[in-house]
């Protein structure tokens, strides 16, 4: 196994996407005609999803967090983040920052 760089060790891992995404995309639901899924938002996005979503990692993502950029609340020891990764984004273009 070489590296980028020609040298023995670990070779880099493509970013994958969190499983429940990855599920949901690779299977074919027919509609149902009491649901309409289109309509339905997402309240809030687990820390994998979200660090997918804006293309940032997950220690990035915390910082992040405790900085107060990013919305989230706590329900026991998980973090739920309430703010979608485009509005996290845009809110950064906004502000000038980067």
Do not use: H
Not at 19 to 41: N, V
Not at 54 to 73: D, N, P, Q
Not at 75 to 97: H, K, M, Y
């Amino acid at each position: 196994m070489t590296t980028l760089n020609g040298r023995p060790g670990n070779t880099p891992r493509p970013q994958t996407p969190p499983a429940c995404l990855d599920s949901a995309a690779g299977t074919t639901r027919q509609k149902s005609k009491a649901t309409d899924t289109s309509r339905i938002t997402k309240a809030g996005y687990s820390v994998p999803e979200f660090c997918y979503g804006a293309g940032i990692g997950r220690s990035k993502a915390y910082e992040l967090m405790t900085a107060g950029l990013i919305r989230f609340v706590t329900v026991g020891r998980r973090r739920i983040i309430t703010d979608s990764p485009a509005d996290f984004l845009g809110r950064l273009a906004g502000n000038g920052e980067g």
